[in-house]
């Protein structure tokens, strides 16, 4: 493996565990984590410089230096959801920025740039690991020894064993849990919260369901639409919420469960609903 594909494996780790830690900060607000993402927006910068990679070392010292002149005065959540939007936006990235991508994501940073929407996280992604092929490669030895033995039976054990720990394998990496795909938007929720102005608390209801990976890239992009919508136009803001006696604090839930041979997928919030009497208005 090259060095820059082990950056960029680490600088996912890191960005993931920084976005963690944002959202952990906004519910303590302890000083102390602001300390630990400068520590890794720091580590980001030194490796990209080590590795070749000029202009994500000159952003990652951007949000370096941002982190350390919030030191003192702490983190508001418009800052909070700037730096996760760009997180969630070069995390996938397998080369160097280009300058105009420096350029946009220090307006993100700075609030230069009136942002309106979020970006969704990704589904965390289930890797086979070392630990995993090596433990595989034992037991091929293993099924070999005993057919240069001759003791089929045991082999033959052995074979059936096998395919049934290899079908399990394929079965992992080709499947992904709705779970997964429904907690890759907690994110975006914030996100979106925080653009709107608004206060939400977002709700997994899901069973214990898997669906096809392809699959799920497209029920993102369904839910999409859904969840932004019903923050930017279901759910009321604090003040028309108070004003009505709800809490301030809106629900979006997403819910999924099994009826038959199909898989429901819910979205739902307690704000104002539609207007049907408007909406038929704009119809004529």
Same mark, same amino acid.
């Given at each position: 493996?090259?060095?820059?594909?082990?950056?960029?494996?680490?600088?996912?780790?890191?960005?993931?565990?920084?976005?963690?830690?944002?959202?952990?900060?906004?519910?303590?607000?302890?000083?102390?984590?602001?300390?630990?993402?400068?520590?890794?927006?720091?580590?980001?910068?030194?490796?990209?410089?080590l590795v070749g990679l000029p202009?994500?070392?000159?952003?990652?010292?951007?949000?370096?230096?941002?982190?350390? #002149?919030?030191?003192? *005065? &702490?983190?508001d959540e418009d800052f909070v959801?700037? %730096?996760?939007? @760009?997180?969630? $936006? !070069? +995390?996938?990235?397998?080369?160097?920025?280009?300058?105009?991508?420096?350029?946009?994501? #220090?307006?993100?940073? *700075? &609030?230069?740039?009136?942002?309106?929407?979020?970006? %969704?996280?990704? @589904?965390?992604? $289930? !890797? +086979?690991?070392?630990?995993?092929?090596?433990?595989?490669?034992?037991?091929?030895?293993?099924?070999?020894?005993?057919?240069?033995?001759?003791?089929?039976?045991?082999?033959?054990?052995?074979?059936?064993?096998?395919?049934?720990?290899?079908?399990?394998?394929?079965?992992?990496?080709?499947?992904?849990?709705?779970?997964?795909?429904?907690?890759?938007?907690?994110?975006?929720?914030?996100?979106?919260?925080?653009?709107?102005?608004?206060?939400?608390?977002?709700?997994?209801?899901?069973?214990?369901?898997?669906?096809?990976?392809?699959?799920?890239?497209?029920?993102?992009?369904?839910?999409?639409?859904?969840?932004?919508?019903a923050i930017a136009h279901g759910?009321?803001?604090?003040?028309?919420?108070?004003?009505?006696?709800?809490?301030?604090?809106?629900?979006?839930?997403?819910?999924?469960?099994?009826?038959?041979?199909?898989?429901?997928?819910?979205?739902?919030?307690?704000?104002?609903?539609?207007?049907?009497?408007?909406?038929?208005?704009?119809?004529?």
């Amino acid at each position: 493996m090259e060095f820059v594909d082990i950056y960029f494996t680490e600088m996912e780790e890191k960005l993931n565990e920084a976005m963690e830690l944002l959202k952990k900060y906004l519910d303590s607000h302890d000083p102390a984590i602001i300390k630990d993402l400068y520590r890794i927006y720091h580590t980001l910068k030194g490796s990209a410089g080590l590795v070749g990679l000029p202009k994500l070392g000159e952003f990652m010292h951007k949000l370096e230096s941002a982190f350390k #002149e919030k030191m003192n *005065n &702490g983190l508001d959540e418009d800052f909070v959801a700037r %730096v996760i939007k @760009i997180s969630n $936006e !070069i +995390i996938n990235k397998k080369n160097d920025l280009t300058d105009d991508e420096v350029n946009y994501y #220090e307006s993100i940073l *700075n &609030g230069e740039i009136e942002l309106k929407e979020g970006t %969704v996280g990704n @589904i965390e992604k $289930e !890797i +086979i690991s070392i630990e995993l092929l090596e433990k595989f490669y034992e037991r091929i030895l293993k099924l070999e020894n005993n057919l240069m033995n001759k003791n089929y039976s045991i082999a033959l054990k052995e074979a059936k064993s096998l395919r049934v720990y290899i079908q399990n394998l394929i079965e992992e990496n080709k499947f992904i849990s709705i779970y997964k795909v429904i907690k890759s938007f907690e994110n975006l929720v914030f996100q979106e919260a925080v653009f709107n102005k608004k206060k939400i608390k977002f709700n997994i209801e899901v069973e214990n369901t898997k669906i096809e990976k392809e699959d799920a890239e497209s029920l993102k992009d369904v839910l999409i639409h859904l969840v932004k919508n019903a923050i930017a136009h279901g759910i009321e803001n604090p003040i028309e919420r108070k004003r009505k006696g709800k809490s301030e604090i809106g629900n979006l839930t997403v819910k999924s469960y099994i009826k038959g041979d199909h898989i429901y997928l819910e979205v739902m919030d307690d704000g104002k609903g539609i207007d049907i009497d408007n909406s038929n208005k704009k119809r004529r």
